[in-house]
T-cell receptor
Framework: KNQVEQSPQSLIILEGKNCTLQ??????????LRWYKQDTGRGPVSLTI?????NTKSNGRYTATLDADTKQSSLHITASQLSDSASYIC???????????FGKGTTLSVSS | NAGVTQTPKFQVLKTGQSMTLQCAQD?????MSWYRQDPGMGLRLIHY???????DQGEVPNGYNVSRSTTEDFPLRLLSAAPSQTSVYFC??????????????FGPGTRLTVL
C-alpha cells in the first residue's frame, strides 16, 4: 500500500534555531513530492514541489531534499521564526498523476 | 484573484440533515477536488473533477455527491449527515491533474460538526 510516513509527530524549538522534518514514502514510482505548510485553521499552502530527478529545492528559509533511492525526503527550516509554527505535510503524487498521498504531518511549535 | 473560496466556514448539522458546501475558484483551473481532514490522519480525497461536467470518486466518496456545471464552482453535497462526517473539509484546485509540477491551491476549509 502506498504510504507516506512523517517524523517526528511534533516538535518544539526555540526561535532562531534550525530544525529538520523527515518524510519516508513507499510510493514507487512517483511523479513528484511536495511539502505543504498548514497554519492552524487554514488550508495547506505549497512550499516546494520536487520531481524524482531533483535532489534539493529551496523556498526562502525552507529547503527540501529528496533521495529517491532511499525514498526519503526532509524539510530543513533555517533560523526559525514564531510564524513557522504550523503543521508541515509531506505529499507524494503517484506517477500516473491520479493520486496524491498525504502524510499525517509534523506539528512544529516555535517558542520565544 | 480571490483564489479558492469556501462557504460556510463553520456549520453544525443534526444527523440526517442535508447541506451543500460551496467551493469556487477564479483561476480558471480545470482540476478541482474535495478533501476531508480528520485528527491523526492525512487529508483524504472525497471527489474530484478534471473539468466542467466531469466528476469522479476519490478514496472516501460514500455519503457525498458532487457536480461541476461550471469551471469555477464545485459544490459538495452531504445527502444525509452522519456523525462520522464531522470533519474539516478542504476544496482545492490546480491547472490540471497531470504529472507536471502543478501546484494545488487549497481553500480555507469548512469545519463541519454533525450532532
Amino acid at each position: 500500500k502506498n504510504q507516506v510516513e512523517q517524523s517526528p509527530q511534533s516538535l518544539i524549538i526555540l526561535e532562531g534555531k534550525n530544525c529538520t522534518l523527515q518524510c519516508n514514502y513507499t510510493v514507487s514510482p512517483f511523479s513528484n513530492l511536495r511539502w505543504y505548510k498548514q497554519d492552524t485553521g487554514r488550508g495547506p499552502v505549497s512550499l516546494t514541489i520536487m520531481t524524482f530527478s531533483e535532489n534539493t529545492k529551496s523556498n526562502g528559509r525552507y529547503t527540501a531534499t529528496l533521495d529517491a533511492d532511499t525514498k526519503q525526503s526532509s524539510l530543513h527550516i533555517t533560523a526559525s521564526q514564531l510564524s513557522d509554527s504550523a503543521s508541515y505535510i509531506c505529499v507524494v503524487l503517484n506517477q500516473a498523476g491520479t493520486a496524491l498521498i498525504f502524510g499525517k504531518g509534523t506539528t512544529l511549535s516555535v517558542s520565544s | 484573484n480571490a483564489g479558492v473560496t469556501q462557504t460556510p466556514k463553520f456549520q453544525v448539522l443534526k444527523t440526517g440533515q442535508s447541506m451543500t458546501l460551496q467551493c469556487a475558484q477564479d483561476m480558471n483551473h480545470e482540476y478541482m477536488s474535495w478533501y476531508r481532514q480528520d485528527p491523526g490522519m492525512g487529508l483524504r480525497l472525497i471527489h474530484y473533477s478534471v473539468g466542467a461536467g466531469i466528476t469522479d470518486q476519490g478514496e472516501v466518496p460514500n455519503g457525498y455527491n458532487v457536480s461541476r456545471s461550471t469551471t469555477e464552482d464545485f459544490p459538495l453535497r452531504l445527502l444525509s449527515a452522519a456523525p462520522s462526517q464531522t470533519s474539516v473539509y478542504f476544496c482545492a484546485s490546480s491547472p490540471s491533474s497531470g504529472t507536471g509540477s502543478n501546484e494545488q491551491f487549497f481553500g480555507p476549509g469548512t469545519r463541519l460538526t454533525v450532532l
